[in-house]
């Protein structure tokens, strides 16, 4: 069993920037691939960004030069460092675990005001 924990979220004006933290048990979370999905109201989760155990990174188009991901295997624990927040970016956001059973963490909620 892997549990995953998301905390950082909150409201932040337009401009403005978290930090998103998801901490991981019960895993060998090194080895391991971790990402980033958000869901908005109305629309489908969508990948975010990932991260390989290698620190390989991808993120989404609209996000790109935006945010960052990192991991800190020590801590066991993924981050997603958002800048230059839009509105566009509200939005649930999602860790994710991809071993050969996928675990989600509960979500935490984005909200960027104009």
């Known amino acids: 069993q892997v549990q995953l924990v998301e905390s950082g979220g909150g409201l932040v004006q337009a401009g403005g920037s978290l930090r998103l933290s998801c901490a991981a048990s019960g895993s060998i979370f090194s080895t391991n691939t971790m990402a980033w999905y958000r869901q908005a109201p109305g629309k489908q989760r969508e990948l975010v960004a990932y991260?390989?155990?290698?620190?390989?990174?991808d993120y989404a188009d609209s996000v790109k030069g935006r945010f960052t991901i990192s991991r800190d295997n020590a801590k066991n624990t993924v981050y997603l460092q958002m800048n230059s927040l839009k509105p566009e970016d509200t939005a649930v956001y999602y860790c994710?675990?991809?071993?050969?059973?996928?675990?989600w963490g509960q979500g935490t909620q984005v909200t960027v005001s104009a």
């Open positions: 994710r675990y991809n071993g050969v059973t996928i675990y």
């Open positions: 991260i390989t155990s290698r620190s390989t990174t």
